[in-house]
């Protein structure tokens, strides 16, 4: 169960453990090559996730998508959206937050690398 505590202002999410998933947080994105400034995730070549131990990596959209399968990740800015698997138009596998759009999603909002 995702614990929040808000103390002074701050939001703090809590890792916790669930049937043997650890919690991970999506901390930033890098976009594809050449789509920098674009503002639609289909174009997100890679998320850095931070897992319970505060360790941060780069994982490419597909590896995302693949870790959802056995993980629990979410973005790391309120409302703390979790990540979901998705398939565009095109048959694409990606990774979005909760039941946002293409065209807007959480992740978007993430600092990008």
Not at 30 to 45: H, L, R, S, T, V
Not at 49 to 58: A, L, P, T
Not at 73 to 101: C, M
Request: glycine share 4%; charged share 30%.
């Amino acid at each position: 169960m995702l614990q929040v505590s808000t103390n002074f202002a701050h939001i703090i999410v809590y890792n916790t453990c669930k049937k043997g998933a650890w919690y991970m947080k999506a901390v930033k994105i890098k976009m594809k090559p050449g789509y920098e400034c674009a503002e639609n995730i289909m174009q997100i070549d890679s998320i850095c996730v931070e897992d319970d131990e505060g360790e941060r990596h780069f994982y490419k959209r597909l590896e995302v998508y693949e870790m959802l399968k056995t993980n629990e990740i979410f973005v790391d800015i309120p409302p703390y959206s979790k990540l979901v698997q998705a398939i565009s138009p095109r048959n694409e596998k990606y990774v979005k937050s909760g039941e946002s759009s293409i065209q807007y999603d959480d992740l978007l909002k993430l600092p990008r690398a």
